[in-house]
């Protein structure tokens, strides 16, 4: 079994930069795609960017020249660099583990999710 745990979140001002880390225990995941989504409060759980086994990468049309996704898969993580953000970037930040194939966008075709970290940007 997969266990998945995000950390690097925080409080920041708008404008500025935090970077998430995904780390996977239980098996390696350099077969697998994986994937962040963020859920704003009230809001749908949404596709933020996604990195597949062989490092293709995927982004959200609101996040595209400002978050960069990566993988190092011999210390089995993933991150998420994340640049002038914005006050709507505010949410929790999920990573999860999808198949191999192409990078989903629904939550629905992942399997393993770490239990999130808060990222909350001040106006």
């Known amino acids: 079994q997969v266990q998945l745990v995000e950390s690097g979140g925080g409080l920041v001002q708008a404008g500025g930069s935090l970077r998430l880390s995904c780390a996977a225990s239980g098996r390696t995941f350099s077969s697998d795609n994986i994937a962040w989504f963020r859920q704003a409060p009230g809001k749908e759980r949404e596709f933020v960017a996604g990195i597949s086994w062989r490092s293709a990468t995927s982004y959200a049309d609101s996040v595209k020249g400002r978050f960069t996704i990566s993988r190092d898969n011999a210390k089995n993580t993933v991150s998420l660099q994340m640049n002038s953000l914005q006050p709507p970037d505010t949410a929790v930040y999920y990573c999860?583990?999808?198949?191999?194939?192409?990078?989903?966008?629904?939550?629905?075709?992942?399997?393993?999710w770490g239990q999130g970290t808060q990222v909350t940007v001040s106006s």
């Open positions: 999860a583990r999808g198949g191999p194939g192409i990078i989903y966008v629904t939550s629905r075709r992942y399997d393993y």
